[in-house]
């Protein structure tokens, strides 16, 4: 292994084969480097072998390339690119910019607040502390946004996103996604896909959008929002605190057609409401045995003869107490 320790100036370093005017270390075979900046603002490159690079202080631009390798930023505001391969890159301290590129990654922002790309691959992103953005990109992905407001985007793929402390926007993209927004005040948006969301403790805000999904807004007063588009068959699931469960808008009316909402665990004592759209003169409600969940009764909602939601294992629904027309 080749070994490079920078000076306190603005130092660059690249193991290259050819000359680029960067410090040059001229080999016939490759190997891996350990690489070190020290202080000043660092450009540091590394090869095609598994290379480990330490930027230590200064704003430094860190360059894995080829092979599995391993970036610390350190102190101050760095940019870590992994390259090719499946690399480790840790920010460290400062407001810092990590991306992955290609492979299987793993990407901890560390302290302030940071931006991390994982790029193609299946990835695992870390915010730490701050208020983080993490995107995943392609692939299978792991975002976990700990503490702090955090913005974490999924990307194509079946991705999990867990936002941890903090008021966190999470939103899965395509394909099929968990959303775990864990305490705080979330917002969760599924998108496209069967997507299943979990609001956590705090006031959250649930969006399952196409496909069909399962909303969980667990403890808080929260708003559940299945529907996207087209016939899709959801389930809500407010848990405790004063649930809005969402039938509708201001300009339409949500699962119109085949599909429905499913609504598992309605309950007037807790302030549960419906939200509608239009009069009340267009809805109707009838009680039947065995639509969904156990033996008890369960409540249909109608639109003008059109099955829109079915209220488990309970009759006591009534549309001028529980519902909100919009």
Do not use: C
């Not at 930027?55 to 390798?69: A, P, Q």
């Amino acid at each position: 292994m080749g070994t490079y320790v920078g000076t306190n100036e603005n130092d660059k370093f690249a193991a290259y084969q050819e000359t680029t005017g960067w410090w040059i270390f001229k080999k016939k075979v490759w190997k891996p480097w350990k690489m070190s900046g020290n202080a000043g603002n660092d450009t540091l490159t590394g090869g095609e072998k598994n290379d480990t690079i330490f930027g230590n202080s200064g704003n430094d631009y860190l360059y894995g390339k080829g092979g599995n390798d391993t970036l610390y930023g350190g102190h101050d505001n760095d940019y870590l690119n992994g390259g090719s391969g499946n690399d480790y890159l840790s920010g460290s301290y400062g407001r810092d910019t990590l991306s992955g590129s290609t492979g299987n990654d793993s990407l901890y922002g560390g302290s302030d607040n940071d931006i991390l790309y994982g790029d193609s691959g299946n990835d695992y992103l870390y915010g730490g502390s701050g208020n983080d953005y993490l995107s995943g990109s392609s692939g299978n992905d792991y975002l976990y946004g700990d503490s702090g407001n955090d913005y974490l985007y999924g990307g194509s793929g079946n991705d999990t996103l867990l936002g941890s402390t903090g008021n966190d926007y999470l939103y899965g993209g395509s394909s099929n996604d968990t959303l775990l927004g864990s305490t705080g005040n979330d917002y969760l948006s599924g998108s496209s896909g069967n997507d299943y969301l979990y609001g956590g403790s705090g006031n959250d805000t649930l969006l399952g959008s196409t496909g069909n999904d399962y909303l969980s807004g667990s403890s808080g007063n929260d708003i559940l929002n299945g529907y996207g588009s087209g016939t899709e068959y959801d389930t809500l699931s407010g848990g405790d605190g004063k649930d809005t469960f969402l039938l509708g808008n201001t300009s339409s009316i949500f699962y119109l057609g085949a599909g429905h909402a499913t609504i598992t665990d309605f309950d007037w004592r807790e302030y549960d409401k419906f939200q509608a759209y239009g009069s009340i003169d267009n809805y109707s409600l009838n009680q039947s045995s065995n639509v969904s969940g156990g033996s008890a009764l369960d409540t249909q909602i109608y639109y003008r003869g059109d099955l829109i939601g079915v209220v488990q294992d309970t009759t006591d629904v009534l549309l001028r107490a529980d519902f909100n027309f919009v």
